[in-house]
Every structure is written in structure tokens, then in C-alpha cells.
Antibody, heavy 115, light 107 residues
Framework: QGQLVESGGGVVQPGESLRLSCAAS????????MHWVRQAPGKGLEWVAF????????YYADSVKGRFTISRDNSKNTLSLQMNSLRPEDTAVYYC????????WGQGSLVTVSS | EIVLTQSPATLSLSPGERATLSCRAS??????LAWYQQKPGQAPSLLIY???NRATGIPARFSGSGSGTDFTLTISSLEPEDFAVYFC?????????FGQGTKLEIK
């Protein structure tokens, strides 16, 4: 059974940057398009970004476009999310995920943006 | 952007009862609609993909139906472990979007 493990979350001030990483084990990440999904405290799920299996295409939610960058290193079986110009409304648990028809989810990494 | 509207926001039922959850899309998503279950403190998990296909290991009491703009998740007879939050998600158009969720609670 494949597993995803996120890292890099933490507390930052508005305007600062943070980089999330997601390491895959038990399956070959290069075979899958991958997503980042976030969930603000007590709220629903928000789709954030997607990258194709070979990195050729990337898509972003309007709320993060121009500030966040999704990337991957298939040689290292890892996915990343570079988050710049962070805002308080970016506070959330961030999941890396292989969404439907696949079902791969990390445990989530909490990002808190607060002054 | 496609907006997914789930109803009801909260559904109160007893174990053994039938649950019917709805997801309506603001424009057609064909059959590219998935359902996820999320329990407190856990990541979501896939139940149904492409409107009606059960994910691996999902019990037969879960079924999905619909196409275009109207979709339904049905749980035929609720088990205690089914009380959770359910989200629909479309992968027809970018950005891929989620519904706001339906909380299924014990009555």
C-alpha cells in the first residue's frame, strides 16, 4: 500500500514563504498526476494545485495563482509546493494527494499564517 | 469555475437507516464526479469515482449515481462507522473543485 508523507509546515508571518514537501513510498510517484488540497480549520476541502505525471502541465486555484508553485522530482519520488506571499487565509492543513480515480493521501501538514 | 453544491448540510439518521446525499454541479461534469469520506482527524478517503464506481475495498452499501449536473451518494443501511463528513469533487474542468460537504450525524 502506497504512502505519502508531507513535511515543511509551520507558523509564518503574513508575506513570508514556506515550502511543503511530499515523499512517496510504496509506489512510483512518476506514474501519477498529483494534487495539493487544503482544509482550513473546521472547514471543507479546497483544491489547490495539480501537476501532471511528467510535470508538463500545472493548474492552480485562483486563490493561489501567482503565489504558489507546484513541482515534482520524479527521480526522488517527491512532490513540492512553494508558497510565497502567504496570507492569513492560507492557514490550513495541506494534503498532497493522488485524487480520483486514485486514492493516495498524506497525513497533512499544518500551515499557520499569523502575525 | 464549476461550483458543487451539496445538500443537506447536515443529515441526522440512525444506524440501519438509508442515507441519501446530493451533489449538484453548476454546469455539466459528465460522469467525472467523485465522493470522499472524512472522519475527524483523518485525511479524506475515496468512496466512489466517476459517479458510480466503488473504490477498492468500499462496501456494497455505498453506491453512487447520476450524470451531468445531479449526483447522489446512497448508503443503503448505515453502520456506526459511516457517520462522518462526505465531500463530492469534480475532475471535468480546471480548477477541480469540491463541494462544501455533508455531515452525517447520529440521530
Amino acid at each position: 500500500q502506497g504512502q505519502l508523507v508531507e513535511s515543511g509546515g509551520g507558523v509564518v508571518q503574513p508575506g513570508e514563504s514556506l515550502r511543503l514537501s511530499c515523499a512517496a513510498s510504496g509506489f512510483t510517484l512518476r506514474n501519477y498526476g498529483m494534487h495539493w488540497v487544503r482544509q482550513a480549520p473546521g472547514k471543507g476541502l479546497e483544491w489547490v494545485a495539480f501537476i501532471r505525471s511528467d510535470g508538463s502541465d500545472k493548474y492552480y486555484a485562483d486563490s493561489v495563482k501567482g503565489r504558489f508553485t507546484i513541482s515534482r522530482d520524479n527521480s526522488k519520488n517527491t512532490l513540492s509546493l512553494q508558497m510565497n506571499s502567504l496570507r492569513p487565509e492560507d492557514t490550513a492543513v495541506y494534503y498532497c494527494a493522488g485524487l480520483a480515480p486514485y486514492n493516495y493521501w498524506g497525513q497533512g501538514s499544518l500551515v499557520t499564517v499569523s502575525s | 469555475e464549476i461550483v458543487l453544491t451539496q445538500s443537506p448540510a447536515t443529515l441526522s439518521l440512525s444506524p440501519g437507516e438509508r442515507a441519501t446525499l446530493s451533489c449538484r454541479a453548476s454546469q455539466s461534469v459528465s460522469s467525472y464526479l467523485a465522493w470522499y469520506q472524512q472522519k475527524p482527524g483523518q485525511a479524506p478517503s475515496l468512496l466512489i469515482y466517476d459517479a458510480s464506481n466503488r473504490a477498492t475495498g468500499i462496501p456494497a452499501r455505498f453506491s453512487g449515481s447520476g450524470s451531468g449536473t445531479d449526483f447522489t451518494l446512497t448508503i443503503s443501511s448505515l453502520e456506526p462507522e459511516d457517520f462522518a463528513v462526505y465531500f463530492c469533487q469534480q475532475r471535468s474542468n480546471w480548477p477541480h473543485s469540491f463541494g462544501q460537504g455533508t455531515k452525517l450525524e447520529i440521530k
